[in-house]
């Protein structure tokens, strides 16, 4: 039995995961909540990396699939009794072949128009959800008033649970980057009219990473809403959700797997620190650091380490 060789930023990634895993054993409640947070914005950023990073389409409405995990998974676990977990692999597979559905057409736009048609559809998902309940007769979004779950036992089955959606998109990249699938939609990231005249079919390969990024997207809603234990249209489709994803993965580093990882990390760490000492101009700080990283720093996060290998070994960047 052969196995796959690992690159040293894979086996990084590994040793990563392993230290991760036995963190609750160390830390107390407020590093566990703190991490979780990170892991959150980690496979959110990271999710929605996969088709802008990879394929080149900004997608400005990935707040859809959040909201609609979400409202899925606490509809499964209050109308239909069922356990956390499978509510939550059910909503995330709802998810899914909404966003096959959904894609087919808008994944056919290309540049800003896309970027304008998600855009429009987290805004008319939004307004969907407020008025669910009036229009339907059928309670399940509560309207205005947002949505009640019971509260969870504790908080360590949502640090777990967020640990492994960030763990499969940062897989996810991975795999990305040295399969003939993730070759593909670089190609289209490139130039898509030059990859589909090559023969790559680009509608099949970009509907399946956005259906892909969909799943992990609403899982992370799913569980994001039991452990705030209360869901609002308002909050869960907002646009401040996506704008946040963007800049993590811009200042992470766009199209990397531990870009997102590392915008998650710094925005989340930042935002803890400076709230606490400056607590109405830290967002001024943080956007201070955010213009500074842009302007020196173009590559995101990840440019500093690929800046200092070349430097180690003797060799010009």
């Not at 036995?22 to 990170?38: E, K, W």
């Not at 692999?89 to 894609?103: H, N, T």
């Not at 998902?125 to 509560?142: E, F, M, V």
Request: with cysteine; glycine share 12%.
């Amino acid at each position: 039995m052969r196995f796959p060789t690992l690159r040293p930023d894979e086996v990084a990634a590994l040793l990563l995961l392993v230290l991760l895993v036995l963190l609750p054993a160390a830390a107390g409640a407020y590093q566990i909540r703190l991490a979780t947070v990170i892991f959150m914005w980690a496979a959110l950023a990271g999710s929605w990396n996969l088709l802008a990073g990879y394929a080149g389409a900004v997608d400005l409405g990935p707040v859809v699939y959040y909201g609609l995990g979400a409202f899925a998974t606490a509809a499964l676990m209050l109308r239909a009794q069922l356990p956390f977990l499978v509510s939550l692999v059910l909503a995330g597979g709802v998810a899914m072949v909404i966003a096959y559905a959904v894609g087919t057409p808008t994944l056919r736009l290309r540049g800003a128009y896309f970027a304008i048609g998600t855009l429009a559809l987290a805004e008319s998902a939004k307004q969907l959800a407020l008025a669910w309940d009036r229009l339907t007769g059928i309670p399940l979004t509560g309207g205005s008033a947002g949505v009640s779950l019971p509260l969870s036992s504790g908080y360590l089955l949502f640090y777990y649970v967020m640990l492994a959606l960030a763990s499969l998109v940062t897989t996810a990249a991975f795999w990305l980057g040295r399969s003939k699938f993730g070759y593909g939609l670089r190609a289209i990231g490139e130039n898509d009219r030059l990859a589909e005249a090559s023969g790559v079919n680009i509608h099949r390969l970009k509907r399946r990473v956005y259906a892909g990024s969909a799943l992990l997207i609403a899982c992370t809603g799913g569980t994001a809403g039991y452990w705030l234990s209360y869901i609002n249209a308002t909050d869960f489709f907002g646009a401040g959700l996506t704008f946040q994803m963007v800049v993590m993965v811009l200042l992470g580093g766009l199209g990397t797997p531990f870009g997102p990882l590392l915008g998650a990390l710094f925005l989340t760490l930042a935002a803890e620190i400076l709230g606490t000492r400056f607590v109405y101009h830290y967002l001024i700080a943080i956007g201070v650091l955010i213009v500074a990283i842009s302007l020196f720093m173009p590559a995101g996060l990840v440019g500093v380490g690929r800046l200092l290998r070349p430097r180690r070994a003797g060799l010009p960047p």
